[in-house]
């Protein structure tokens, strides 16, 4: 186990609502990362948060947005879901200073209709 | 040319079999390498890193090929836990994306 969490596993949602999806990192480590893996697909970089801030960030657009808090918890924000974005989405977490060694939480499973 | 590419596959292979997956990349200036296992439906784990001289681990052996930017696994005596999705993934350099990922190479082992 790698002690990455993620909550929750699956959501439904429709066309044009708002999601939260939460992680929490691996003991001791600072560093979050999250992706979204579509089916067929590698995972793609959304974004990393280190020290509460965004140290990163994919090719998505703004309406997917992000938090990471004092605990190094983090939460991925989308908003004005579109059907596309029906897809696991990962967080993996790291130290800062070994930030491409990255162990994946569980994923959540995200399916707008 | 995508940033790193792999055969989807999949590849079916009795047990006992060697198989070898290949893995190609775009961006010559990538430092890092490392082959991640993703079984159905769940999170990827980090199978190996890979390194310039090459590395083995057990049945397991990645080689880099810089010169030519391609990254190799090679999985000896196949056992069936070893179906799964193989995915090559590298580290870009420039920009703040830490990791890029390939699309996996599915594996089946079959008895």
């Known amino acids: 186990e790698t002690g990455v969490t993620q909550s929750p596993t699956h959501l439904i949602k429709t066309r044009g609502q708002q999601v939260t999806l939460r992680c929490s990192s691996q003991?001791?480590?600072?560093?979050v990362s999250w992706y979204q893996q579509a089916l067929g697909q590698g995972p793609q970089f959304i974004f990393q948060?280190?020290?509460?801030?965004?140290?990163g960030r994919g090719n998505f657009p703004p309406r997917f947005s992000g938090l990471q808090f004092p605990n190094y918890s983090s939460e991925l924000n989308v908003n004005a879901l579109e059907l596309d974005d029906s897809a696991l989405y990962l967080c993996?977490?790291?130290?800062?200073?070994?930030?491409?060694?990255?162990?994946f939480g569980p994923g959540t499973r995200l399916t707008v209709t | 040319r995508k940033e790193v590419e792999q055969d989807p596959g999949p590849f079916n292979v009795p047990e006992g079999a060697t198989v070898a997956f290949n893995c190609t990349y775009s961006?010559?200036?990538?430092?890092?390498f490392f082959w991640y296992r993703q079984d159905c439906r769940k999170e990827p784990k980090l199978l190996m890193s890979?390194?310039?001289s090459g590395n083995e681990d057990g049945r397991f052996t990645a080689q880099l090929n810089r010169a030519s930017q391609y990254i190799s696994l090679l999985i000896r005596d196949s056992k069936l836990s070893d179906s799964a999705t193989y995915l090559c993934?590298?580290?870009?350099?420039?920009?703040?994306?830490?990791?890029?990922f390939g699309k996996g190479t599915r594996l089946s082992v079959i008895a």
């Open positions: 993996a977490s790291s130290l800062e200073t070994a930030k491409y060694e990255q162990y």
């Open positions: 003991s001791g480590h600072n560093t």
């Open positions: 948060y280190y020290r509460e801030e965004e140290n």
């Open positions: 961006n010559s200036a990538s430092q890092s």
């Open positions: 890979v390194y310039s």
């Open positions: 993934v590298v580290s870009a350099p420039s920009g703040n994306t830490p990791l890029v």
